[in-house]
Nanobody, 120 residues
Framework: QSQLVESGGGLVQPGGSLRLSCVTS????????IAWDRQAPGKERERISC????????DYLDSVKARFSISRDNAKNTVYLQMNSLKPEDTAVYYC?????????????WGQGTQVTVTS
């Protein structure tokens, strides 16, 4: 059974940092692109970033550029989202998704999400 499990969320003050992890199992992460999405209360889900199976330079949502960074460690079956200089508007449930090879719109597997709350 293919699974993605997010962790690392929590409560943080504005300006703080968190590192989210997406641990995968049941499929070969080497062959999959992983995207991070988020959904805030009352808002639509939005794509933050995606890293393809081939590497390369990931794209980022404009509002998180220069603050967030996506990376992958295939040996650990894990993809990370480093989030710095967090703002209250970053408060959301964060999800990771998996898709064969390259980033795109439709994904094969989804995680259950981890809550990030940024508040003073």
């Amino acid at each position: 059974q293919s699974q993605l499990v997010e962790s690392g969320g929590g409560l943080v003050q504005p300006g703080g940092s968190l590192r989210l992890s997406c641990v995968t199992s049941g499929f070969n992460l080497h062959s999959y692109a992983i995207a991070w999405d988020r959904q805030a209360p009352g808002k639509e889900r939005e794509r933050i970033s995606c890293i393809s199976a081939f590497g390369g330079t990931p794209d980022y949502l404009d509002s998180v550029k220069a603050r967030f960074s996506i990376s992958r460690d295939n040996a650990k079956n894990t993809v990370y989202l480093q989030m710095n200089s967090l703002k209250p508007e970053d408060t959301a449930v964060y999800y990771c998704n998996a898709r064969r090879f390259s980033c795109g719109e439709d994904y094969d597997y989804w995680g259950q999400g981890t809550q990030v709350t940024v508040t003073s």
